[in-house]
């Protein structure tokens, strides 16, 4: 019998991670728009390589010993340090844990207040990785409209009701306000608001997934869901993956020390690698991130306008999209009646790959969108690549009008 005749209901439950395939198909020829990597040329190689060389030259034993789940204290001063002076939040050291990349936070925050089977509610379109480890703690997923300013408040009542109604254990609700991925856009603070007394009316949390809310590219910061709903309402997340390096595989949540604690005793790994941390927070200690960043956002910017430059003729054929205010991606919808899932191995067949938007539904129902990651290669392969795309959706557009 083989070993998947055991398999765990929930292990059974999981169809294989749509992002994964993609991984075999860097194929050469191939231009994958599928990945949201952070640029791989603008690691800190040298800073990196040179803050692990002094932490072991002074024989730093506690970058190599198993340390508390909670993080090094140096890398929660600092990170409690840095969203108190990049978004005016006011936490120290003990409101922040290190966990596994947001990737984890998201996981730890879901087991903290959902029970198993209960339901989580994300944004339709929500993050792919999101729907994955909620259903990979056996937890249900229940989308909510959102309308390019976030959440849409009387839909959030609706779901919250209907579910309910029909005797769903629902608290949680996930959300990426700043830099929606994949949506782009950022929730302004009056919808904030509304949302934050919604909350209030209806026995709400907030899982605040704030992965990109560094990398804005135009306009400004809005508050944090943190500040404006409250302490006792929402846990917030963010990562280092797209400020440092994804490899590292450091995150953090910021919430109440007790439930930081709390966070800690789920958290079944021993601590997020020591090693790992004590070395950022080295590299970062040298003021490295706010010297980096400028950069950061002028490199993403450009590759985003290279992007939406070469989309552009896509608007006269009835494409739609928003200028994402930073972040790694733009969401572009087809017309009315086209598949993004069918035309994705025409568009492989000439060169171009991307995400298939249904992965970012909770009921996988939308199939007109399409998630374009401009984050990953440079510019000449991102106008490459997104010209071979616009090729073929034009094509297809053309095809559909003929008849
Ligand atoms: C919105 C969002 N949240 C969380 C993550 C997870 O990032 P990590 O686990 O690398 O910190 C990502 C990565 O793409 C993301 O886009």
């Not at 925050?109 to 379109?125: D, H, Q, Y």
């Amino acid at each position: 019998m083989p070993l998947s005749d055991f398999y765990s209901p929930i292990a059974q439950a999981m169809e294989q991670n749509p992002l994964r395939p993609n991984w075999a198909m860097q194929r050469p020829g191939l231009i994958s728009l599928a990945y949201g990597f952070p640029d791989a040329a603008s690691f800190p190689y040298q800073e990196l390589a040179a803050a692990a060389a002094r932490l072991m030259a002074d024989r730093t034993a506690d970058a190599l010993q198993y340390g508390p789940v909670s993080g090094p204290e140096p890398l929660r001063r600092f990170l409690a340090d840095w969203v108190n002076t990049t978004e005016g939040l006011d936490v120290g050291p003990d409101n922040i844990m290190i966990t596994s990349g947001a990737s984890q936070g998201i996981a730890l925050a879901a087991r903290l207040l959902t029970p198993p089977g209960g339901t989580v509610i994300v944004e339709s379109p929500t993050f792919i990785g999101a729907l994955w480890f909620l259903r990979g703690l056996g937890i249900d997923v229940a989308g909510v409209a959102t309308d390019g300013q976030g959440i849409v408040p009387a839909d959030l009542r609706r779901v919250v009701l209907g579910l309910r109604r029909r005797g769903a254990d629902v608290s949680l609700v996930y959300t990426m306000p700043t830099v929606h991925n994949p949506g782009g856009f950022d929730a302004p603070v009056e919808r904030r608001r509304e949302l934050a007394e919604l909350a209030h009316d209806l026995g709400l949390l907030f899982l605040e997934d704030d992965a990109y809310g560094d990398l804005i590219y135009d306009g400004e910061r809005p508050p944090a869901l943190y500040t404006l709903a409250g302490r006792d309402r929402v846990i917030k997340l963010g990562t280092l993956s797209k400020l440092v390096a994804g490899g590292m595989r450091l995150g953090w949540a910021v919430a109440d020390p007790e439930d930081i604690s709390r966070m800690c005793a789920l958290k079944a790994d021993s601590a997020t690698s020591p090693f790992a941390a004590w070395v950022t927070a080295a590299y970062l200690a040298t003021g490295a991130l706010r010297e980096r960043l400028p950069d950061l956002r002028r490199m993403y910017r450009a590759r985003r306008d290279v992007m939406l430059e070469e989309l552009a003729p896509l608007r006269e054929v009835g494409c739609r999209w928003v200028v994402p205010s930073g972040g790694f991606f733009v969401w572009l919808r087809l017309p009315q009646g086209f598949d993004s899932e069918d035309i994705r191995a025409r568009a492989e067949a000439q060169g171009v790959t991307y995400l298939a938007g249904h992965h970012c539904f909770a009921d996988g129902a939308d199939r007109r969108h399409l998630r374009l990651a401009f984050s990953y290669l440079p510019d000449d392969q991102i106008r490459e690549g997104t010209r071979r795309l616009t090729a073929v959706l034009r094509a297809e557009l053309a095809a559909a009008a003929a008849g």
